[in-house]
């Protein structure tokens, strides 16, 4: 146990003395000063030169760049086509007409076609004539009011008594 805490006090006594920068960083382990109760434990401060170099660097601007990417081609070919089918291709040829046609009817119009309907049985029903006839329509009334009816209804309830002596 006595190792331990010796060990632990080294790893914590290193840790505090880590320099960066020339300047000891304050941690969980700063003491407020260099000296342990009165111990050197071999700290040794050591001078640290820096040198900073400022460079100014231009602004960026596009440049093209041509990159040649290989790219496949499909190239047609022939292709023997055993049964030849000839194709006819029509010209539109723009004819011009100088006769005016007056047309007597409207375009387009309807055409009335004649449609035959088989009759099985023809008969002849006569229909009377139309008549008056006087039909009373009922205007339905909308009652906004609810009205309750109380109605006493007498109930008979026959009760059976027990005894412990049957």
Do not use: C, N, Q
């Amino acid at each position: 146990m006595k190792t331990f805490i010796v060990l632990s006090m080294a790893l914590a006594i290193a840790a505090g003395a880590a320099v960066e920068g020339g300047k000891a960083k304050r941690g969980v382990w700063d003491f407020g000063g260099d000296d342990f109760g009165g111990h050197d434990f071999g700290e040794h401060k050591e001078v640290v030169k820096h040198i900073t170099i400022e460079k100014k660097v231009p602004v960026p601007y596009p440049v093209e760049v041509t990159k040649h990417v290989p790219v496949e081609v499909k190239v047609p070919y022939p292709v023997h086509v055993e049964k030849k089918v000839p194709v006819i291709v029509e010209k539109k040829v723009p004819v011009i007409v100088e006769k005016k046609v007056h047309v007597d009817r409207p375009v387009p119009y309807p055409v009335k076609v004649p449609v035959k309907v088989p009759v099985i049985h023809k008969e002849y029903v006569e229909v009377p004539k139309p008549y008056p006839v006087h039909i009373e329509k009922k205007v339905p009334v909308i009652v906004e009011k609810k009205v309750y009816i109380e109605k006493h209804v007498p109930v008979s309830i026959h009760i059976k008594k027990k005894s412990h002596w049957h």
